[in-house]
């Protein structure tokens, strides 16, 4: 009797002591990983859940994903891939075996910004010589808001025209095109075209009248005299018309001024410029010094 009651307390001390009695396992715990994060607007993040049983070992189990707030961030209920939308805070949570839950807490915040995009006006201008052109440049960030960076500026024919650091001034030099890039930040470039136009046109000059007479025809580059003579001449007995000589003219800012004079004032005059009327005036002429004259 002795020897059987030995034998059963031996074998109570040996099941006590041995841990790895199988048994069925029961879901009792699930974790996530990780537990607190932030991301970016338009961020991706992938969670993991590791499900374990009573006596704590992993276990497989099916898990569900979900978000408390869709419009700020989603995740893919097999997967767990979250996706940032918009900024806030969201709770993430995963449920495995359909009975036991986790979570975890998302700050979704505005990423930073950066330079996206970069114009620049005026877009192919042009500029006559010794004219000049204000450019300007606009970067902008992801967001569309103006981005707070230097622009440098180039002009690909400095013999047809120059640009000034850091303002943008374009200031024509001789007839032609060139291209003008602006670049923002060192890194993002956008560029245009000016055409720089010669200040020299052709002009003459037809005067108009009503009986033949002795005619002069003068002109400027100031309002003062002394003017230049183009033509003196006696309008044709015909016609009573008379056409002046081309004459070419480098206007740059200048002011053309032409005077006619002419012995009595019922007369017309009419200036073309480049072959096409520029300016025409009749009757209006002024006496002055026993001469009928106008100029503009």
């Not at 004459?247 to 004079?261: C, S, T, Y």
């Not at 017309?268 to 300016?279: A, N, T």
Request: proline share 3%.
């Amino acid at each position: 009797m002795k020897k059987i009651t030995s034998l059963i307390v031996l074998l109570f001390l040996f099941v006590g002591c041995n841990k790895n009695v199988t048994g069925p396992q029961i879901l009792t715990s699930v974790s996530i990983v990780p537990s607190s994060v932030s991301v970016v607007i338009g961020g991706t993040l992938q969670f993991t859940a590791t499900a374990k049983d009573q006596g704590g070992t992993q276990m497989s189990a099916t898990m569900v994903w979900t978000s408390s707030n869709t419009a700020i961030g989603s995740i893919d209920v097999n997967s767990g891939l979250f996706t940032a939308i918009s900024a806030g805070v969201v709770t993430v949570t995963v449920t495995a075996g359909g009975s036991v839950s986790s979570s975890a807490t998302v700050t979704v915040t505005t990423a930073p910004p950066v330079l996206t995009s970069f114009t620049v006006t005026p877009l192919n201008t042009s500029v006559a010589v010794g004219g000049t052109v204000q450019y300007v440049g606009y970067p902008k960030d992801q967001y569309g808001n103006n981005f707070n960076t230097t622009v440098s500026w180039s002009s690909s024919n400095t013999g047809v025209g120059t640009i000034s650091q850091p303002c943008g001034l374009f200031s024509g030099v001789s007839a032609g095109i060139s291209t003008i890039t602006g670049t923002a930040g060192g890194i993002m470039s956008s560029s245009t075209t000016v055409t720089v136009t010669s200040s020299l046109h052709n002009y003459f000059v037809t005067v108009l009248g009503t009986s033949q007479t002795d005619v002069g025809v003068y002109f400027g580059l100031q309002q003062t005299p002394p003017y230049t003579l183009i033509n003196r001449t006696m309008l044709s007995s015909s016609s009573y018309l008379w056409t002046s000589s081309v004459i070419q003219l480098d206007e740059g800012n200048q002011h053309i001024h032409f005077e006619v004079l002419c012995p009595y004032q019922d007369v017309r005059v009419s200036v073309y410029r480049d072959g096409v009327i520029y300016s025409s005036i009749y009757n209006h002429l002024v006496f002055q010094n026993n001469t009928w004259w106008v100029n503009w």
